[in-house]
């Protein structure tokens, strides 16, 4: 089968591979009918040291159920399912909390174990945990937006939840990029009154302020800081989200929520130590977030984006097909699209 | 009057100063009958550099009214009251949220603006917002669990609910000192099913099993982290008390997480930078706290220690008198004593 692989910084290719196969029991095999690149494939895009082997990527994706192993019982062959970008047995301790990125039998796509789904198709493990039936056929309209359940939409959702937005609350949002732009869609979703987006790329700026953004800031740094507290009554906001996850970032987060605020990341943090450890300290700043729980979001947010409440599907603002990937990864790390969508 | 002066590191001295009096309306003078020495101020007793003025030091007391400012309602003269460590005005948006900490007209004692406790008296700045009346006789017995209202006490309590502390989950207390032994009691009263304490001293640890810690660990660094992972089934403590504040313990507070625990930090942070961002953000563990609002805990706390619940008045196992104070520093610097209390 055709499938994406990248071998060093700069240098993805699509190839013929072996084909995806059920290997456990609990598999399910899975023809991809859309997949993405996420703005997280950007960091070994920009950073990869070269690999013989190579990396199979791609961990967002919608397709076709092909085949089930012995263990499967909630899926059959021709469901249409939507794969969050980590595989969780729905049973463990932790998934039964709802944070299926820590499942004790779960892990990622797009590793060394587990192949990507920019590809022509995938094996999801532990199936029945993982993927969940839509309700829709794959010719849909609403195609895109289900397919931000994988990653970006509940990203997004993640880190207004980890930043405890809520009903006339305070937001602000760092970063434009599709999570970001996700992000202002979840809290205006949870009820913030005001939603600072911090970004500097006009067409995504125009896009959050469609979503909901009541406020921009184009200013870096500490103008950027002076900027968010001139627009919230000299305090800060209530809830950051945090969608970058370089120390500038991390430390702007921080030093715009106001005392008792909180800070929600799921932008993948690039340096060990976090800036404005006092900062955060002295004035009660939480910090929370991390890989986003998307399993546990889809139901919430399924209806809404069935309802046509919410589009998330509009940031991806770029179709192309399997074979055109490596432009793809290109396109995206120059910013002439927002995310792109795999079509096959 | 006379009052505790520091001069550098080492250097403590109990000196005739001019006396408190009231400068602002909101102004109380309170004749100190009780203070304390803070783990806190122990780290200037270790780095400060030599000041010709000095700091005039406290900020922990119980004492009696001697007289109001003309805007002070709800104080009269020879009230007995608790002193929290910040002054607040009880009033302002922050204070209604709770965080009197970050108050807007808000303070803090033993710094160059407010004169410290550990002197005959002091001047209590927003004086009907900061000071709660004490339903008892300066001479009761309770009354070193009621002066650890100002701070440890409130400060363990709030590593606590930092730490989403809640009935029936495992909890680690990082740090053997006076806040260290009171998040113990918080984490008990607060219904958690198993207390880890990290530390090395035996009189605290002792004191800890008293106060409900169920397990000790005493070892360090990776060792630390590997113990409480095997007293946890493998997965950490849902909540973590961090009274240090030193980069090592919070690695360790970090790290002694399970996926989605919490952190609660009160150990005021050394360094500009925390450790260990990475493992907090993929384990989805926040990380919150800061200046306990103690003002705002005095409700809850105080019938408990009235009806002899809690008795966290034992952290305080050395009195002295007021010229002593020099002493009492070497002493908890030595860590002959847990916390010194001065009584007038």
């Known amino acids: 089968m055709r499938a994406t692989v990248m071998y060093a ?23 991809v009918t859309h997949a993405c690149i996420c703005g997280s494939d950007l960091w070994p895009y920009k950073t990869m040291e070269r690999s013989d082997a190579g990396r199979q990527m791609g961990h967002e994706a919608i397709g076709i159920v092909e085949d089930v192993g012995a263990d499967v019982r909630t899926l059959k062959q021709g469901d249409l399912v939507v794969m969050p970008f980590a595989f969780s047995d729905g049973t463990c301790v932790f998934c039964h909390e709802g944070l299926q990125t820590s499942c004790v039998h779960g892990g ?33 309209a609403l195609m895109p937006s289900l397919l931000t359940l994988s990653d970006v939409m ?38 913030a009154e005001q939603i600072i987006i911090l970004g ?25 800081i002076e900027r968010v507290r001139d627009l919230t009554d000299g305090f800060g ?63 919430e947010l399924l209806p809404d984006i069935l ?10 603002d770029r179709v192309i097909g399997l074979d055109e990937a490596p432009d793809g990864y290109r396109a995206m790390n120059d910013r002439e699209a927002i995310k792109v969508m795999i079509e096959s």
């Open 9 to 31: 910084a700069g240098d993805v290719r699509v190839e013929n591979v072996p084909d995806a196969s059920l290997v456990e029991p609990t598999d399910a095999l899975v023809r």
């Open 108 to 140: 990622f796509f797009g590793t060394e174990d587990v192949a990507g789904a920019q590809a022509e198709a995938v094996r999801v493990p532990q199936a029945d945990g993982t993927l969940v039936v839509l309700p829709v056929d794959e010719d849909d």
């Open 154 to 191: 509940g990203t997004g959702h993640h880190a207004a939840v980890a930043g405890h937005v809520g009903p006339g609350k305070t937001a602000a949002v760092v970063g434009d990029g599709a999570v970001g732009l996700c992000g202002v869609i979840a809290a205006k979703r949870l009820g």
């Open 200 to 224: 500097r790329h006009p067409d995504r700026i125009a896009l959050a302020r469609e979503f909901g953004a009541t406020d921009v800031v184009s200013e870096r740094g500490e103008e950027a």
């Open 237 to 299: 906001v209530h809830s950051v989200l945090e969608c970058v996850g370089l120390e500038q970032s991390e430390l702007t987060a921080i030093e715009i929520a106001r005392p008792g605020g909180a800070v929600g990341r799921v932008g993948v943090p690039q340096d060990e130590t976090m800036p404005a450890s006092q900062p955060a300290f002295y004035n009660n700043v939480s910090v929370s977030g991390g890989p986003a729980p998307v399993r546990a979001y889809i139901e």
């Open 307 to 316: 309802e046509g409440q919410i589009e998330p599907g509009r940031v991806l």
